[in-house]
């Protein structure tokens, strides 16, 4: 079968930094906020280490580069806490998403979405970005999937939920490395978006 006859019946969008938030700037904010209670002061770049990864390995990720990984359960539950603050007031859909949406949909292509946030941030996000236009078919989340990315979970989870065979040719788009891998695991058709473009 020739590429031209793939069918991709589910586009998988990433959320922070693809299609809401442009710069990932409510986990960098919080992520900063929290590491400087402890003495650690990191920069923007330094805070996206890791970014797209669910945020206690994200934060283990920036933790480690200091040498001080071993506090990452310690300091977790506040950057938790810190981050719900920053998703209010809710970050914008970015600019470009809804008509993107469309397209696909007039395509009849379900649109799923993965994302490092937990069930409880999407409590917040979700909702938020529905009331600006952008209602994805489903959401999965790290804690809903048993795994984050790196792992395809979160994709195969989608397969399960949309009736896809394991090996479906759906498509996963993002703006981090860990998109890329998560993608790349499930044997997806992968798209990297630039984080700052």
Known sequence: MSSGDVHYPAVILDW??????????APVAALRRVLRDYGIEISSDEARLGMGLPKKKH????LTTFGAGSATDEIYPK???ALLDELEPPAAVIEGTIDFVAGLRCRHLPIGSTIGYTSKMMQIVAPAAA???YVPYAIVTPDE???GRPSAAMIHTHRQRLGLS???AVIKIGDTPADIAE????GAWTIGVHPHG
């Open 131 to 133: 009331r600006q236009g």
């Open 145 to 147: 999937a048993g795994a």
């Open 59 to 62: 934060l283990r990720v920036i």
């Open 79 to 81: 950057l938790e806490s």
């Open 16 to 25: 922070a930094g693809t299609t809401i938030d442009h710069g990932c700037l």
């Open 166 to 168: 394991a090996h479906a």
């Open 183 to 186: 993608g790349r695991a499930a």
